[in-house]
């Protein structure tokens, strides 16, 4: 999932290893550098060119073709080490790094991304599903970003608990949280817990929200949007009958949902969703309704269901969770 330390994790392999090999190079946020007008993919493989051979931005052409074609030439004598880092489709990969021939023996490529089935479609020798922090792990963690330390000043450990269990592991949660409570008293580390249970961080929301934006159609949103209403710690089987009853295809779209690491499977087959990630597909449709509970496309606290039955008012009334 988004904000859970791949790209930290793929850079502290690169600076560790990166002297034990000919050529290396560090490819950074390719989702984004790839749907750029200007540099592209064809800027994405210059990168790779120059940094393993050292050619200083020598190196010109002005098409994904004549880009492969030079790698493919220039690459397979070099032991390299290559990171491709946040990739989200088959094309990028396929223009960088298509089969491991295109560069020398013993060289190693690192892919992060949000979509396992990428991973399977380019043939990977193996993948690492990064996890959260444990409750040691994130505190300290946190420590560093609230304290500029280690650990929670006994004051505030009582606090820092509560922010390790709104975070749950998420390492982007608890770098923002942190930073924003940094010298503040407890009074406002209080109030601003308070608002974090009600309202999800802003910051936090938008990383979470780029896996949701990046579904491949609206039924996949839609699935999402329903489970994180109504379906969490539910039977898997159960919902794909009730969700197939309504229209969708659910058997692919969890599956989806569940490579795109938006969804998990408990051992008893349920369905799971982290807390933060549960929260912002709840955002997601309060947003949509602009302030107004009777537009809500789906009703799941108890407030809004009554406010909206007893609005004479709405004629036609959303989904709604018994």
């Known amino acids: 999932m988004g904000g859970i330390g791949k790209t930290t994790l793929a850079k502290a392999i690169y600076n560790k290893f990166e002297g034990s090999f000919e050529g290396r190079s560090l490819l950074a946020n390719v989702r ?18 120059n940094d393993i051979l050292k050619s200083k931005g020598h190196i010109k052409f002005d098409s994904v073709a004549k880009g492969i ?11 390299a080490l ?13 223009a960088i790094a298509r ?20 991973l399977e479609q380019i043939g990977v020798d ?41 975070c749950q ?44 934006d990046g579904l491949p159609n609206q039924e996949k949103r839609e699935i999402f949007l329903d489970i994180s209403c109504f379906f969490i710690g539910m039977d ?6 009730i969700l197939d009853g309504c229209g969708f295809f659910a058997t ?16 008893q087959n349920q369905l799971m969703m982290h807390d933060l990630v549960r929260d912002m597909g709840r955002e997601i449709v309060y947003e949509n309704a602009h302030g107004h509970p009777e537009k809500l496309s789906r009703l799941w606290k108890r407030e809004d269901v009554t406010n909206v039955l007893c609005d004479e008012s709405v004629s036609t009334f959303p989904v709604i969770k018994f």
């Open 32 to 49: 984004e550098v790839a749907n750029q007008p200007i540099t592209g993919l064809v800027g994405l493989q210059k990168q790779l060119l």
């Open 69 to 79: 074609e030079m790698i493919r030439e220039r690459l397979p004598y070099k032991r």
């Open 82 to 94: 290559v990171i491709i880092d946040d990739a989200d489709d088959l094309h990028q990969l396929k």
């Open 99 to 118: 089969k491991r021939d295109w560069l020398g023996p013993g060289s190693r490529i690192i892919i992060t991304t949000r979509d396992k089935h990428l």
């Open 126 to 166: 193996g993948t690492y599903m990064a996890e959260e922090m444990d409750e040691n792990e994130a505190l300290e963690l946190f420590g560093w970003h609230a304290f500029e330390s280690g650990y929670p000043n006994q004051e505030y450990l009582d606090l820092s608990k509560r922010v390790i269990r709104y």
């Open 169 to 212: 592991g998420l390492p982007l949660a608890l770098e923002v949280v942190g930073s924003f409570l940094i010298k503040r008293p407890t009074a406002e580390w209080e109030s601003h817990l308070e608002k974090l249970e009600r309202c999800p961080d802003g910051d936090i929301q938008k990383i979470l929200r780029i896996s949701f």
């Open 236 to 241: 898997k089987d159960y919902v794909t009958q």
């Open 252 to 267: 692919i779209g969890i599956r989806v949902l569940i490579e795109r690491c938006l969804v998990t499977v408990s051992e």
